[in-house]
Each structure stands twice: as structure tokens, then as C-alpha cells.
């Protein structure tokens, strides 16, 4: 059995992420829209503020610069993480980005033009996530990982993650005539989700785990390039037009079929006069 004091620690991180996600907090809300504006990324995935550029420069007059043990956030945040190890359940929605065909893909290009197209995509989807106020959880490969809570969103977290799933597809040329630079697929969910900081001192990082996380993904996974399949609990939590596509899909490790919307982003056709 873990010490009291262990176990006392770990209800005070838990009850700190509990009320760090799911309270709208003003402050970081303006300073995140704040950072955003400031030139350029890369970015802390929590806080935004920008790495490189005049906006980097800025930042380290305040004293933020990239964690050593992870440049995926700056020093603030690492340190908070690491004195608030640990995490809570949460009502949240994710949103997952795959481009569709890498495989493909990567074998039609060298390996540093391949390179170039992923660190691209990769910009692309952390500003488009940033400017939707959503939390960039990870990277994995060529799939973007993105979570939307309370804290940012207050109940709007659903709408944010569609509405940042459709721009990115916009972002990615989906709906330009000439096609996608990149072919993207996308999958939204909501529900309750642990979301933490998981690791050991500096290599410490932001993650989220659970059921919806895992369904987002399978959903990610089937989306052709240009559309975003949404869960039936986000699509009403977002609001969606109830007349667009619905319809029951089978996803890799679940028992049950599990009803989705679909959007599709693509060239507007012109009328004909």
C-alpha cells in the first residue's frame, strides 16, 4: 500500500487538474490568444507561446524557452507539470488528424522531401488548433493528436473541435479546386477522458487516455481524405445540422456499431448561370 503522504499527493494533482480543465479560466484563455498572435511557431502545446521568431525573443525576456527534457513545452509549463504529476477525468473532446496514404507517399519521395511535408503539416495543424483554442496533445507519426476541454471552451469544447477539424482541412487545400496539397482525414469525439501529465521529472508530458480517445482514433482511421466522422454525442453537443450524413460504422476493437455524422470539405462547384 502507497504512504499516506503518496496517496495524499496524488488527490491534491488530481484535484488540481479537475479544476485546472474543467474551469474556464480567464487569464490563460486571453494569454493563450495573446501568444497566438505573437510570430511563430513552434509553440508550447499548452500555453502557445512561440519559440522562434520576434514572439520567441519576447518570451525569453519573460523567461519562457523550450523544457529541456521536452521542447514540445516551455519551461513554465514543464515545471508545472512535473509539481502536478499526475491527472483527473474530465469532460472533454478530441480530435484526431491523419494524413491518408503516408505509406504511399513516402515511397514516391525522398526522405527529407517527406520530412518537409510532415513538418509542414505539422505547423499547419498546431496554428489551426491554437487559433481554436485547443491543447496540441501529440504527434504521432503522421497523425495530429488534439484535445478541447472546459478550460479554454467553458460547454463549447464539441463545436471547437469540429470547427477546428473542418479548418484544418480547409488549411490542407481540400476545398481549393487544384486538391489537398496533403490528403487528411479526421475524427472527433466526446466524453469523459483522464488527461494528465504521465512521465518521470523533466521528461515529463501531456497526455490524454480513455475509451473516447481510443474511439477517435478508430474514427481518424476510417476517414477518407477530405472528410471529418463525428460521434453521434459530439455531433449534438457541437450542434450539428441534424440533415447531414449519418450513418453506423464498425471500429476495430468495438463491440458495437457506433453512429457517426459525416463532413465532407470539398472544391465548391460553381453554379452554371
Known amino acids: ?10 488527490e491534491l494533482n488530481e484535484e488540481y487538474w479537475r479544476d485546472f480543465l474543467g474551469h474556464p479560466d480567464t487569464f490563460m484563455a486571453t494569454g493563450r490568444r495573446l501568444f497566438n498572435r505573437l510570430p511563430h511557431g513552434p509553440r508550447c502545446r499548452l500555453c502557445a507561446a512561440p519559440f522562434q ?12 524557452r523550450p523544457s529541456d ?20 477525468e474530465v469532460e472533454g473532446s478530441m480530435l484526431f488528424a491523419d494524413i491518408r496514404g503516408s505509406t504511399t507517399m513516402a515511397e514516391r519521395m525522398s526522405a527529407g522531401e517527406f520530412h518537409t511535408l510532415l513538418d509542414r503539416f505539422y505547423t499547419v495543424a498546431s496554428e489551426t488548433v ?34 477546428t477539424a473542418r479548418a484544418l482541412l480547409v488549411a490542407t487545400g ?5 486538391g489537398p496539397w496533403v490528403p487528411v482525414g479526421a475524427g ?27 474511439t477517435t ?31 453506423s460504422v464498425d471500429l476495430k476493437g ?18 452554371q448561370a
Do not use: Y
Open 69 to 88: 527534457g521536452n521542447p514540445n513545452v516551455c519551461n513554465s509549463c514543464q515545471k508545472t507539470m512535473i509539481r502536478h504529476h499526475g491527472g483527473a
Open 254 to 271: 468495438k463491440e458495437q456499431a457506433v453512429e457517426v455524422t459525416t463532413i465532407r470539405v470539398t472544391p465548391e462547384v460553381p453554379v
Open 1 to 10: 500500500m502507497a504512504p499516506e503522504s503518496t496517496r495524499r499527493g496524488a
Open 188 to 214: 472527433v469525439n466526446t466524453g469523459r477522458m483522464w488527461f494528465g501529465a504521465v512521465g518521470e521529472g523533466n521528461h515529463t508530458e501531456l497526455t490524454a487516455v480513455g475509451d473516447v480517445v481510443n
Open 53 to 64: 521568431g520576434a514572439g520567441g525573443s519576447l518570451m525569453r525576456l519573460i523567461g519562457k
Open 174 to 178: 481540400h476545398a481549393d479546386p487544384s
Open 130 to 163: 491554437f487559433q481554436h483554442d485547443g491543447i496540441v496533445d501529440k504527434f504521432v507519426g503522421d497523425e495530429l493528436v488534439a484535445m478541447f476541454t472546459p478550460l479554454l471552451n467553458e460547454t463549447r469544447h464539441a463545436a471547437r473541435a469540429v470547427e
Open 217 to 247: 482514433a478508430r474514427l481518424a482511421a476510417m476517414a477518407g481524405a477530405g472528410e471529418i466522422l463525428v460521434t453521434a454525442d459530439a455531433a449534438s453537443a457541437a450542434g450539428l445540422d441534424l440533415n447531414l450524413e449519418r450513418r
